[in-house]
């Protein structure tokens, strides 16, 4: 059964980084691309970036200067990394496998 | 990157009533349009991929057509769980973009 599931601090300070994981179960990570999206509160969808099961990275424009994003197969997750946080990072972060899989995504505030 | 607008931005619509919405791109997409329904809980399920197929378990009342810059999902009948958001992306090129979203409301 495939399942993605998102992790990390629900509360992180302006100016540091965050640090989520999306731990994925039911197929390989050098099989299929995982991609981030985020959604702030009472706003759309943001497409953050994507790993591709090669192991290559395309990050959105506006962000890519703080973005990281890389992945461990042998324990079947994949990582984001957004640096220099801001309030306007606030949101909740989703991590999705390329033909229809949705993780149920994590609320991350920024605040200090 | 490619600008999606999506219309409208909600919809009042009635159980039973047909609806569409509506995604146009700044470009051509080449038919890689995706759609999601979000729930108010956050729980975001795709419905359809490469504008018309409908992804596994996703009932045959969603449909999609278009082409070109021009894409739309109609929903044949609606029932009390189709009212929620649905947004467009498109994945011709990075960065996938999103449409800004269709609140369906019940009328």
């Known amino acids: 059964q495939v399942q993605l599931k998102e992790s990390g601090p629900g509360l992180v300070q302006p100016s540091q980084t965050l640090s989520l994981t999306c731990t994925v179960a039911g197929f390989s990570l050098t099989s299929y691309n995982v991609q981030w999206v985020r959604q702030p509160p009472g706003k759309g969808l943001e497409w953050v970036g994507i790993i591709w099961n090669t192991g290559g990275t395309r990050y959105n424009s506006a962000l890519k200067s703080r973005l990281s994003i890389s992945k461990d197969t042998s324990k079947s997750q994949v990582f984001l990394k957004v640096n220099s946080l801001q309030t306007e990072d606030t949101a909740t972060y989703y991590c999705?496998?390329?033909?229809?899989?949705w993780g149920q995504g994590v609320m991350v505030t920024v605040s200090s | 990157d490619i600008q999606m607008t999506q219309t409208p931005s909600s919809m009042p619509a009635s159980l039973g009533e047909r609806v569409t919405i509506s995604c146009r791109a700044s470009?051509?997409?080449?038919?890689?349009l995706n759609w999601y329904q979000q729930k108010p809980d956050g729980t975001i399920k795709p419905l359809i991929y490469?504008?018309?197929n409908l992804h596994s378990g996703v009932p045959s009342k969603f449909s999609g057509s278009g082409s070109g810059t021009d894409y739309s999902l109609t929903i044949s009948s609606l029932e009390p769980e189709d009212f929620a958001m649905y947004y467009c992306q498109q994945y011709d090129s990075y960065p996938n973009t999103f449409g800004a979203g269709t609140k369906l409301e019940l009328k």
């Open positions: 470009q051509g997409i080449s038919n890689f």
């Open positions: 490469y504008t018309s």
């Open positions: 999705a496998r390329d033909s229809g899989y």
